[in-house]
């Protein structure tokens, strides 16, 4: 309603709704190309014939007129083309063809993307690894060398160095992963949207992951589990930096007499 300025057609609207026995309300918070395309939908399921007023034209955005009339072919539902411009009428028939030959290219796009979502998963774990083993050898250095003074800070500087390095590389794997899987999520929901049937559990999920009027994601909003994966590498990096100034600062001290000197323990004879 709030897609057209305050006028007779709006007050036309309003006067229309206040009559209505029964009112139906999508799952949308916000007006979006989604919204508009599952309204169409939802009039195509609900109807036995479709009346199109159409210029034949492909939709200028999604949710237009010819998105509609595609899905209504695709879920076999008889479509009056009434085109505007040549001012003709039409029958429009179903697409059987069309509409299995999606069923099963939007298959292989879920099996696709499921595993590209495992192999970031994996990648993460291998990381997490590596982060380990360094922290370990980083432990070793510090408890059993034997190491002091600067030779320690020596020591650990490279590893710290190499770690915050793989934790930057990390990062942006995840960050590429996670547009990689957004543009074919994205794909996906404008697939099911044409499948006939289709209980649309990625459109579903917009209670789950807020979207914008452009159907984006709202970043730090929802489940996002993306957003709190690509912290993990910065935590480590923060890490990494902390424990390196700590031995700097720790060393300085010592030397500069600040603080004592710790004392090693003594080997068995």
């Known amino acids: 309603m709030n897609d057209f300025p305050p006028g007779p057609a709006r007050e036309h609207y309003e006067d229309l709704l206040a009559q209505c026995r029964s009112v139906h309300l999508l799952p949308f918070h916000e007006r979006s190309d989604d919204a508009y395309l599952a309204v169409g ?22 949710g237009g007129t010819a998105d509609v009339v595609a899905y209504a072919q695709q879920v076999g539902r008889p479509v009056l083309h009434i085109n505007t411009v040549e001012h003709t009428i039409k029958l429009i028939g179903p697409k059987e063809k069309t509409e299995m030959i999606h069923l099963e290219e939007y298959t292989l796009f879920v099996e696709d993307t499921a595993r590209f979502s495992e192999r970031r998963q994996t990648i993460t774990n291998t990381y997490i690894t590596i982060n380990g083993a360094i922290a370990g050898l980083i432990t070793f250095l510090i408890k059993d060398s034997g190491l002091t003074d600067w030779w320690l800070v020596v020591a650990i500087l490279p590893l710290t160095i190499f770690g915050g390095a793989i934790c930057y590389y990390w990062q942006q794997l995840i960050r590429k992963y996670k547009m990689l899987v957004g543009l074919r999520l994205k794909v996906l929901r404008e697939m099911e949207a044409q499948l006939p049937g289709s209980v649309q559990m990625y459109h579903r999920e917009d209670e789950l992951y807020p979207r914008n009027m452009q159907g984006n994601t709202i970043p730090k909003r929802g489940l996002n589990f993306s957003d709190l994966e690509v912290r993990l590498p910065q935590l480590f990096i923060a890490l990494y930096a902390l424990l390196e100034l700590s031995l700097l600062v720790g060393t300085w001290l010592v030397l500069t007499h600040v603080l004592p000197a710790p004392i090693m323990p003594q080997a068995k004879p």
Not at 41 to 62: C, E, F, I, Y
């Open 41 to 62: 939908q939802w009039l195509v399921d609900h109807s036995s014939l479709m009346l199109a007023g159409w210029n034949g034209q492909p939709a200028t955005g999604k």
